[in-house]
């Protein structure tokens, strides 16, 4: 029962990091082709119409306070020090998450052609281009609660049929 909610949260936890910064040794995705500056243009117009910055905004303050937590583990005496020298570490790496907006485009423009990213900035336009982009992460929010309520249903049929069989050889669970 829990454990479809443990592999959603185990995605959501992927796509943060994915969002936030990989570990260094993290493979970079591979761009085929430079795209053109058109299309990154484009790109990033889309981003910000969907308002992906906000997704990673905060990425280099919990990347930093991460760090922080990581070293306190093993140095609690040191923590008044670590927590000046995170709120240094996060003013003096400020505004590198743009590096993620940057990369994404990238992809983005990789992926769509020039042209389908230009007709995607003109239907973001549209009425019913704004109405998904105020609306989708609302649905995809709805949804995910859905699954999650219907994933925790599933799996007490399943647990019962588990019982079920069990009994069958003569042993309980």
């Not at 493979?27 to 906000?54: F, R, V």
């Not at 003013?91 to 993620?100: M, R």
């Amino acid at each position: 029962m829990k454990s479809l909610a443990r592999i959603l949260s185990a995605a959501g936890i992927v796509l943060g990091l994915a969002l936030t910064g990989a570990p260094a040794g993290a493979q970079q995705p591979q761009i085929a082709k430079e795209p053109s500056p058109a299309a990154i243009a484009s790109a990033k117009e889309i981003l910000a119409m969907k308002h992906a910055g906000d997704m990673y905004a905060q990425a280099v303050p919990n990347i930093v306070q991460q760090a922080k937590d990581r070293i306190l583990q093993s140095n609690l005496n040191y923590q008044k020090d670590l927590n000046e020298v995170a709120a240094i570490i996060a003013q003096k790496l400020a505004g590198k998450q743009q590096e993620i907006g940057e990369g994404m485009a990238k992809i983005y423009a990789s992926v769509f052609t020039e042209q389908e990213l230009k007709d995607l900035v003109t239907f973001y336009k549209t009425p019913l281009g704004q109405k998904l982009l105020a609306t989708e992460p609302t649905a995809i929010q709805t949804s995910m609660a859905y699954m999650n309520q219907w994933a925790q249903g599933f799996a007490e049929v399943v647990n019962g049929e588990f019982r079920t069989e069990m009994k069958k050889r003569g042993k309980t669970i």
